[in-house]
């Protein structure tokens, strides 16, 4: 059974900072990464998508990797700002059985402070 | 562009009463998921669609039901309600089974009280 686990489950830091967000999985068998925003209360916000056979992929001020050898994934987000502040998920899709469900980490929760 | 769409965005029923969520996905897509996120919990896979048919089932209770329409959109039925299926539930739709990621909608809350 596919584990995440994120760290650090929580995260405060000054505007301007770049910071690193952390994922690991137990089963490198996977069909893709996803890392998702969740303000509280809300939706789910796709950030990345990275595919099995990528190593990494950009978005504006954020990159995530991806080492599926030893099961890690990074997202790093560069000069952050107190809009950034909100939950990060990591999520990971298996292609072991049909519909490649999406198995999600417990966060890592974010605050940027002015 | 266009969104999943779920509706009800809010709902709230009392204990043992029926719900049912409503989920639209984007255009072209073929898979549907459902997820249930209680409070300060990640998402958790509940059941899957591909094509209209059933493809990967989850910790779904058997008081849940769910199924895709001709038109794609889906429905996940949930009976004899309980206070601790209070929480979001998420509907995610993908094109060939997550190939290309996953898109989430707002997700609907449900009270249960």
């Known amino acids: 059974k596919q584990e995440v686990t994120q760290i650090p489950a929580a995260l405060s830091v000054p505007e301007g900072e770049n910071l690193v967000l952390n994922c690991s999985f137990t089963d490198s068998a996977i069909y893709n990464l996803q890392w998702f925003r969740q303000d509280p209360g809300k939706g789910l916000t796709s950030l990345l998508l990275i595919q099995s056979s990528q190593r990494e992929q950009t978005s504006g001020r954020l990159n995530a990797s991806l080492d599926k050898s030893s099961g890690r994934s990074t997202l790093y987000i560069a000069a952050s700002q107190p809009g950034d502040s909100a939950t990060y998920l990591c999520?990971?899709?298996?292609?072991?059985?049909?519909?490649?469900?999406?198995?999600f980490g417990e966060g890592t929760q974010l605050t940027v402070n002015p | 562009a266009a969104g999943v769409i779920q509706s009800p965005r809010h709902l709230i029923k009392e204990k043992r009463e029926t719900a049912t969520l409503k989920c639209y996905p984007i255009?072209?897509?073929?898979?549907v998921y459902w997820y249930q996120q209680g409070p300060g919990q990640d998402p958790q896979f509940l059941i899957s669609f591909y094509e209209k048919m059933q493809s990967d089932k989850g910790s779904i209770p058997d008081r849940f039901s769910a199924q895709q329409f001709s038109d794609y959109h889906s429905e996940l039925n949930m009976s004899s309600l309980e206070l601790g299926d209070s929480a979001l539930y998420f509907c995610?739709?993908?094109?060939?089974?997550?190939?290309?990621?996953?898109?989430f909608g707002s997700g609907t809350r449900l009270t249960v009280v």
């Open positions: 995610a739709s993908s094109l060939l089974e997550g190939t290309f990621g996953y898109t």
């Open positions: 999520a990971v899709a298996l292609r072991e059985t049909s519909g490649s469900r999406l198995t």
């Open positions: 255009p072209r897509h073929d898979t």
